[in-house]
């Protein structure tokens, strides 16, 4: 049996690179998705490909009123809410210093004020699921590597990242009573349209900036997109129905370095 058979998931920034990764293997394994993305040709388009299994809803989450139009889109689409992917970010790599109040504002509002936002949106949806269902419900985060470590000149990025990775934790306790799992996922540097903006400094041309990065990686290759989606699948199953609260590198071994 599919592992996410008779699941319904909202998953933002899914119309491109870990978010559509994501959509597609919650698709192949059973799950009913709503995809959440800024982008309107792209997810409209994703949707047409996957047929009455996906939906596509245009979403800013950063904005209160476009988390709760979209929840209520999924829920009107498919019935119920299991599962919340908070999957939509951006990156900023640069110094400190170059970082004025309007990127502290867009790094931090696309990275965790939104998250944050979404998350308080789904809930009553969530709860509502989590009664019925002895696994319970998800909210998924994606993080990043820079959420558990850190690297000079990612400071407004990784603190965004960080304090995903305090959500999850807090969150996790908080709503164990209501049988509501919080998990995220904390991938490094993957092959997505964003891999130029992670790899700055390393190297004028990519495919060696690509070498030297993948010279970092324990397992010596770089992850794709299904690495992260494949671990995602797991946290948002029953399989994970005792996991909570935990923040899953996704790296190659770089963690255990």
């Known amino acids: 049996m599919p592992r996410l058979s008779n699941r319904v998931a909202l998953i933002t920034g899914g119309a491109s690179g870990l978010g559509e990764a994501t959509v597609r293997r919650f698709v192949a394994e059973g799950a009913r998705v709503t995809i959440a993305d800024i982008n309107r040709e792209r997810g409209a388009e994703l ?22 139009e979209a929840i209520r889109a999924a829920v009107d689409r498919f019935g119920s809410l299991d599962i919340l992917h908070n999957n939509a970010g951006g990156p900023f790599a640069g110094s400190v210093e170059s970082a004025d109040d309007a990127t502290l504002e867009r790094v931090i509002g696309v990275n965790l004020l939104g998250v944050f936002k979404m998350t308080q949106e789904a809930l009553p949806a969530l709860r509502k699921a989590a009664a019925g269902r002895p696994g319970g419900a998800a909210v998924l985060f994606t993080s990043s ?19 995903i990775v305090g959500l999850v934790r807090s969150l996790a306790l908080e709503l164990a ?9 904390c991938p490094t540097v993957t092959e997505t349209p964003m891999l130029k903006q992670f790899l700055p400094g390393m190297a004028d041309d990519m495919e060696e900036a690509r ?30 129905r005792m996991i909570t609260g935990v923040a899953l590198p996704v790296d190659g071994g770089q963690c255990a370095a």
């Not at 596509?56 to 009123?65: I, K, L, S, Y």
């Open 145 to 163: 590597l820079q959420g558990i470590k850190a690297r000079p000149n990612y400071s407004v990025y990784t603190a965004a990242k960080h304090g």
């Open 177 to 185: 009573p209501a049988n509501i799992r919080v998990n995220a996922v």
């Open 47 to 68: 949707a047409r490909e996957l047929g009455d299994q996906a939906f596509f809803v245009h979403c800013d989450h950063t904005q209160r009123a476009s988390c709760t």
């Open 211 to 240: 070498r030297r990065f993948r010279a970092t990686i324990p397992l010596g290759r770089m992850p794709e997109t299904v690495d992260t989606a494949y671990a995602l699948v797991f946290l948002a199953s029953d399989e994970a």
